[in-house]
């Protein structure tokens, strides 16, 4: 099972022992976890210490380390030099992608959004007919930023009229945050280990963000994390509490609808890295494998991850 | 979609049990390698000689006892167990003459 460890209260030490990630406080110790089974460490609170011993062995394993801003956005991901074999080859490719093919790519990510977008607002209960004819026209690397548009329909729609997505601001903004981080640290990884660099992004190319990749593929995966949100916040919860955490960690265990049957969100995740890899190889769009929007009945079910 | 990370019929516990001679230095040093092997390995020690880790499914079971199949020392008996979650939550534990709580499943997310 892959674990996601948040590190929440000041005053703890993360070290490595044996196969296993350690936390203590006060030189005790209070929890262990098989490093093996650890996808991303997420850390929220600035008084906490680490070894480097520990920092290896995640890298070792391609378990990624989250350091995050007080607004539970990301500010630093570690991850590591060397994922894959095939390192060398596939970052070639990717640097060398031809221009209409990094803009079709985008055009399939942006279309896959909308379309996860329009599955996420269906489940609501609300019509999606613009959503639809959005996502018809989106042409390669998306020149009339259809993307944007469809964006500026979907918040309203989803969260209310008042809402306005903000990184910078807490409340709903925060719980976004927070889950869209756990997304994005499942996508650094998954880059990673499928021997991609994630600085240079098909899309997000040009902002000085050295996760540009990350950013680029995460998109469609968003509305997950927006569901969440939007019943938390139903629920009152408008904190990243302990339990919202739970939720969205609990997001990359989901069962999503896929080519080859049902798999989990991170699995998903790693699919869609390794087809780039191969998108970049061949330079072919054909075999990106993005993840299907799920059906209302299923993004229903979301709802138990809330405990 | 169901939602399955906390299906109980899916995850599984892996128990090793085992039984190692000591009586000379060499099999001491064997024992301790294969005991330390099970804790890189990420399997946490459940009492002395029986050491418990939380799996996926089949498939990483299938994994994990390759590995230890691999590094078994030359002697002694080594038995291999696996339950089901749900069973896992049945285990009745008793310390000096008190019944212990039963041990929380690991969960998605881990916070400290």
């Given at each position: 099972m892959e674990r996601i ?32 089974d650890?996808a ?142 756990v997304l994005?640290?499942l996508l650094?990884r998954s ?30 995966f968003?509305?997950l ?23 969205f960690a609990g997001l990359i265990a989901v069962d999503l609808p896929g080519e080859n049957g049902t798999t989990t969100v991170s699995v998903a995740a790693g699919r869609l890295a ?15 494998v993005?993840p299907r929007?799920p059906?209302?009945?299923e993004?229903?079910g979301l709802?138990?991850l809330?405990? | 979609m169901t939602v399955t990370q906390l299906n109980?019929?899916r995850l ?44 996926n499914g089949?498939e990483q ?47 998605q997310?881990?916070?400290?």
């Amino acid at each position: 099972m892959e674990r996601i460890v948040d590190i929440a209260i000041d005053g703890q030490h993360l070290s490595a022992y044996r196969g296993f990630l350690i936390v203590s406080k006060d030189k005790a110790e209070i929890g262990r976890i098989p490093l093996d089974d650890v996808a991303a460490v997420i850390v929220h609170a600035h008084g906490t210490t680490w070894s480097t011993n520990l920092v290896v062995a995640l890298a070792q394993r391609g378990a990624v380390m989250v350091l995050c801003g007080s607004n539970h956005a990301p500010v630093a991901v570690c991850t590591p030099l060397e994922g894959h074999h095939g390192q060398n080859a596939r970052m070639r490719a990717q640097w060398e992608a031809s221009k209409p093919l990094t803009k079709q790519l985008w055009r399939d990510v942006v279309v896959a959004k909308i379309n996860w977008q329009a599955a996420v607002l269906e489940a609501q209960g609300i019509p999606t007919d613009a959503f639809d004819m959005l996502s018809r026209r989106v042409r390669s690397g998306d020149p009339e930023n259809v993307e944007a548009q469809a964006a500026r329909r979907y918040w309203p729609l989803l969260m209310g009229e008042d809402f306005r997505r903000n990184r910078e601001a807490g409340g709903v903004n925060g719980l976004l945050n927070y889950g869209y981080t756990v997304l994005r640290s499942l996508l650094a990884r998954s880059v990673v280990a499928a021997g991609l660099h994630p600085s240079i992004g098909i899309h997000h190319a040009n902002r000085g963000n050295a996760f540009a990749l990350a950013d680029d593929l995460i998109e469609p995966f968003r509305p997950l994390v927006d569901v969440i949100a939007v019943q938390l916040a139903a629920r009152g919860c408008v904190e990243v509490t302990p339990e919202a955490k739970r939720a969205f960690a609990g997001l990359i265990a989901v069962d999503l609808p896929g080519e080859n049957g049902t798999t989990t969100v991170s699995v998903a995740a790693g699919r869609l890295a390794q087809s780039l890899s191969r998108c970049f190889e061949t330079g072919k769009t054909l075999d990106l494998v993005l993840p299907r929007p799920p059906s209302a009945i299923e993004l229903a079910g979301l709802g138990s991850l809330i405990a | 979609m169901t939602v399955t990370q906390l299906n109980g019929y899916r995850l599984m516990w892996i128990f090793v049990m085992f039984d190692l001679p000591v009586t000379t230095p060499a099999q001491s040093k064997a024992a301790t390698k294969f005991r330390e092997f099970l804790l890189d390995q990420g399997f946490e020690k459940s009492q002395f000689s029986v050491y418990a880790r939380f799996c996926n499914g089949k498939e990483q079971f299938e994994t994990y006892m390759r590995r230890i199949e691999n590094s078994l020392p030359d002697r002694g008996d080594v038995h291999i167990l696996t339950f089901t979650d749900k069973q896992y939550e049945n285990i009745v534990r008793f310390s000096g003459q008190r019944r212990k709580r039963q041990k929380k499943n690991p969960d998605q997310l881990a916070l400290f």
